[in-house]
């Protein structure tokens, strides 16, 4: 049974904003979804989802339909993932400038199919040579041609809503390589645990997660809390967790009395 939430917090703009793009992506990912579904799963009324529906359909991202929402043509799969990557951009490059601390020139390094794990190749070239795996296809075109920066793209199945490549012959590239630090993200935290909407996207990223000396978590302070379908890691699977500034100071300290190795970006309180 879900509990609708009476905290005011929940309905502050940039909530609201950020329950919006996530509605956009759980949608995009399964082609359509009923309002029933979308409030239980954002624990909201029926009324919020429409409104918030309505404001995605004005943008020209969704399409109503009886009962629910579908996803309008194949060009929402590029606005998809156009709006991911500007989403909470400032804090994704505040997280991008602290994981990019963590790497040491002469290195081979991972970046998994997230936007988040993307904002760190701004500050890539100024550590070269570096050797850079990724199987996101986005990653390793901005990446080709940086001088200093050998690029090796894992291939596969191409899922347009990621703009990279998953499944098993993704995961037979992963299993032959090493590499010395992954940097990952997922859709969700919820308690002690990352989640991830998509179970393909899953099991590729836990591959990833094997072939590495140390893995870093990045996370938004943004996905906090909401839900996902599929579990991939508990938090302490991860050397280090990065997340930004907006996170709440009571977040903070769960996190850290469960000796999560939390790091926030600009602030150097925790360690």
């Given at each position: 049974?879900?509990v609708?939430?009476?905290?005011p917090?929940?309905h502050?703009?940039?909530?609201?904003?950020?329950?919006?793009?996530?509605?956009?992506?759980?949608?995009?990912?399964?082609?359509?979804?009923?309002?029933?579904?979308?409030?239980s799963?954002?624990?909201?009324?029926?009324?919020?989802?429409?409104?918030d529906l309505?404001?995605?359909?004005e943008?020209?991202?969704?399409?109503?339909?009886?009962?629910?929402?579908?996803?309008?043509?194949?060009?929402?799969?590029?606005?998809?993932?156009?709006?991911?990557?500007?989403?909470s951009?400032?804090?994704?490059?505040?997280?991008?400038?602290?994981?990019?601390?963590?790497i040491?020139?002469?290195?081979a390094?991972?970046?998994d199919?997230?936007?988040?794990a993307?904002?760190?190749?701004?500050?890539?070239?100024?550590?070269?040579?570096?050797?850079?795996?990724?199987?996101?296809l986005?990653a390793?075109?901005?990446?080709?041609?940086l001088?200093?920066?050998?690029?090796?793209?894992?291939?596969?199945?191409?899922l347009?809503?990621?703009?990279?490549?998953?499944?098993?012959i993704c995961?037979?590239?992963i299993?032959?390589?090493?590499a010395?630090?992954?940097?990952l993200?997922?859709?969700?935290?919820?308690?002690?645990a990352?989640?991830?909407?998509?179970?393909?996207?899953?099991?590729?990223?836990r591959?990833?997660?094997?072939?590495?000396?140390?893995?870093?978590?990045?996370?938004?302070?943004d996905?906090?809390?909401?839900?996902?379908l599929?579990?991939?890691?508990?938090?302490?699977?991860?050397?280090i967790?990065?997340s930004?500034g907006?996170l709440d100071?009571?977040?903070?300290?769960e996190l850290?009395?469960?000796g999560i190795?939390?790091?926030?970006a600009?602030?150097?309180?925790i360690?």
């Amino acid at each position: 049974m879900t509990v609708m939430s009476t905290d005011p917090e929940r309905h502050t703009t940039r909530n609201v904003a950020r329950r919006r793009r996530q509605m956009l992506e759980a949608v995009t990912e399964a082609g359509s979804a009923q309002v029933d579904e979308l409030a239980s799963r954002f624990s909201i009324s029926r009324m919020t989802v429409h409104r918030d529906l309505d404001d995605l359909a004005e943008q020209g991202l969704v399409r109503k339909v009886h009962g629910g929402v579908t996803t309008r043509a194949s060009a929402l799969v590029e606005s998809n993932i156009a709006l991911r990557q500007h989403a909470s951009e400032a804090e994704k490059r505040a997280i991008g400038r602290l994981a990019a601390g963590l790497i040491e020139p002469g290195q081979a390094i991972i970046l998994d199919d997230s936007t988040t794990a993307a904002a760190l190749i701004p500050f890539l070239p100024a550590l070269a040579p570096l050797t850079v795996l990724t199987n996101s296809l986005g990653a390793a075109q901005a990446l080709a041609g940086l001088p200093g920066i050998k690029v090796m793209c894992l291939g596969g199945l191409y899922l347009p809503t990621y703009n990279a490549f998953f499944g098993l012959i993704c995961e037979q590239a992963i299993a032959s390589l090493h590499a010395s630090t992954l940097f990952l993200s997922a859709s969700t935290v919820i308690g002690l645990a990352a989640y991830h909407q998509e179970a393909e996207v899953v099991t590729t990223k836990r591959a990833l997660m094997q072939i590495v000396d140390r893995r870093v978590f990045m996370v938004g302070s943004d996905k906090f809390g909401m839900t996902a379908l599929h579990r991939l890691a508990d938090l302490s699977e991860f050397d280090i967790v990065l997340s930004d500034g907006g996170l709440d100071p009571q977040r903070r300290l769960e996190l850290t009395k469960a000796g999560i190795d939390l790091r926030i970006a600009g602030d150097t309180s925790i360690a």
